[in-house]
């Protein structure tokens, strides 16, 4: 396992930040680190990274003890806030970065292509942007090709043009072999780019499983929306036993296996609508459930 998390507890005197998780992470393999603030997602990367010690249990990066000088060559990390040297230029900045990682000139040009950000390499990052700064903090958590990346906030700040960017570099990194431990609050975005959902609360691990495992156990209700045709929606609502919700939309809500039912007696009235959507439940709506305790 590239990362290997064990039975960890960490404490700040009588509050427990951390309680008891488990969580393993394979090469290649997207996770999305979710939890509301305050639920240890921070104190989980710290302490993957070395930066805090563990009360209980233990972590494994590539095989090392976090903070040991084979865990931090073989590990990155992108926190929510990047801070540089606002006198230094971009390029400036990362071939220091890249030095003391031990890499050359060569990569460190490339990721600042890779990024967007090879016409400003020369300038001063007092100069740069929210996004470019961010940009700046994704290139030097790309050096030296990690085999774990932790990655917290990574598109703040990002316009929709670079977030799918970053995803793009997401995808090599992954397909490279490197584990990709992701924290957003953009859910909508992971939905389709992350192998498996971790949901914290409280400090506890409350999820951990692929999407459509998730749904599987939260059993929420699947959405079906029809489009009726002009002025049949009143009848096509009537005869599906269904709300109009508006103009010529009609949604049914139902389960999982009561779907193919509803979708059999949808087709029966193929001349009164023009399309159909299945909507199963959303990441937000799966978030919502595990970290409240129930349906919504």
């Known amino acids: 396992m590239s990362l290997e998390i064990t039975n960890v507890t960490r404490r700040y005197g009588e509050v427990t930040a951390v309680s008891d998780i488990s969580l393993s992470m394979a090469p290649g393999e997207r996770v999305a680190l979710l939890g509301h603030n305050g639920a240890g ?7 993957i990274l070395g930066l805090t010690h563990l009360d209980e ?7 090392a003890t976090p903070g040991s000088h084979a865990a931090r060559s073989a590990s990155s990390y992108l926190p929510e806030n990047v801070a540089f040297h606002r006198s230094l230029t971009g390029r400036e900045q ?6 003391l990682r031990g890499v050359g000139r060569r990569p460190a040009d490339e990721l600042l292509e890779r990024v967007g950000l ?8 007092a100069t740069y942007s929210k996004g470019m700064r961010q940009r700046l903090g994704l290139a030097q958590a790309l050096l030296g090709k990690p085999r774990v990346a932790v990655l917290d906030e990574p598109t703040s700040g990002l316009d929709p043009i670079s977030r799918g ?16 431990l992701l924290s957003s609050h953009a859910l909508t975005e992971l939905e389709a ?9 409280e400090g506890r691990l409350v999820a951990n499983a692929p999407l459509a495992m998730l749904r599987s156990q939260a059993r929420l209700p699947i959405r079906l929306r029809v489009a009726a045709r002009p002025e049949k929606s009143d009848e096509v609502a009537d005869r599906l036993g269904a709300v109009r919700t508006s103009g010529r939309s009609i949604e049914i809500s139902c389960l999982q296996d009561e779907k193919l039912g509803h979708l059999g007696r949808i087709a029966a009235l193929e001349s009164l609508i023009e399309d159909v959507e299945v909507a199963p439940p959303s990441l937000e709506d799966l978030y919502r459930y595990y970290s409240g305790g129930g349906s919504i």
């Open 41 to 47: 997602k921070t104190t989980l990367m710290k302490m």
């Open 57 to 63: 249990g233990s972590i494994s990066v590539f095989g």
């Open 94 to 99: 990362l071939l220091l970065l890249a030095r």
């Open 118 to 125: 090879h016409r400003a390499a020369d300038r001063r990052i």
């Open 165 to 180: 960017d970053f995803y793009n570099l997401v995808n090599e990194l992954s397909s490279n072999g490197t584990a990709v």
């Open 193 to 201: 780019r992350t192998d498996r959902i971790a949901i914290l609360l």
